[in-house]
């Protein structure tokens, strides 16, 4: 059985966290910039979930990688999408919700007139979400995947195989 990290979906879920980490450390400069100015709840929300990311990945890319032979090596990842695509679900509605309601002439953070940094969070929040719940299809994808664990010439000789198995134990007499 091919482990996780040389399966195609493997490859693709592992680009896909890449991003969300990318996207999360710009949720962090955006966010670690507003909170100098505001203690919102959004704001701090947004930045915890942005800290936590690269971090619990590092934990569980690492778990995964020793249990690589293991049936559930993939289990640790599953989870932990799990969690955080809806915690990055959760920030981006928190976003959406607080600066959307007023106008870009007034800014909630300081009082400047800045739209584009908190649209771009509003942004890279939404893709940190759809990157991680992506990573989690992909995922369950592998495991409901089929594998062919016997080959191809295990196959034809089954029917062979099993007679001599039948008559070693007995229940088929040898003629």
């Known amino acids: 059985m091919a482990s996780f990290y040389e399966h195609p979906c493997g490859t693709v879920s ?3 966290h890449i991003i969300q980490c990318v996207s999360s450390i710009i949720v962090i400069g955006i966010t670690g910039w507003a909170v100098t100015h505001t203690k919102t709840l959004t704001v701090i929300f947004s930045l ?16 995964s990688c020793v249990a690589n032979r ?10 932990t999408d799990a969690v955080i695509s809806y915690l ?7 976003l959406a919700q607080n600066f959307n309601q007023t106008s870009c002439r007034v800014h909630r953070w300081n009082g400047e007139t800045v739209c584009s940094r908190k649209y771009a969070a509003e942004a890279f929040s939404f893709i940190a979400f759809f990157t991680t719940f992506g990573a989690l299809v992909l995922e369950v994808l592998y495991l409901y995947i089929p594998r062919n664990d016997t080959s191809m010439q295990e196959r034809k000789n089954g029917p062979e195989q099993l007679e001599q198995n039948l008559q070693s134990a ?3 007499d040898r003629t």
Do not use: D, N
Not at 48 to 63: D, Q
């Open 14 to 16: 592992t680009i896909a």
């Open 88 to 94: 990055w679900l959760t920030s981006f509605i928190f």
């Open 70 to 79: 293991r049936r559930w090596h993939v289990l640790p990842l599953l989870l």
């Open 170 to 172: 007995g229940v088929m």
């Open 48 to 63: 915890v979930i942005g800290v936590l990311t690269p971090i619990v990945y590092g934990i569980t890319l690492t778990t």
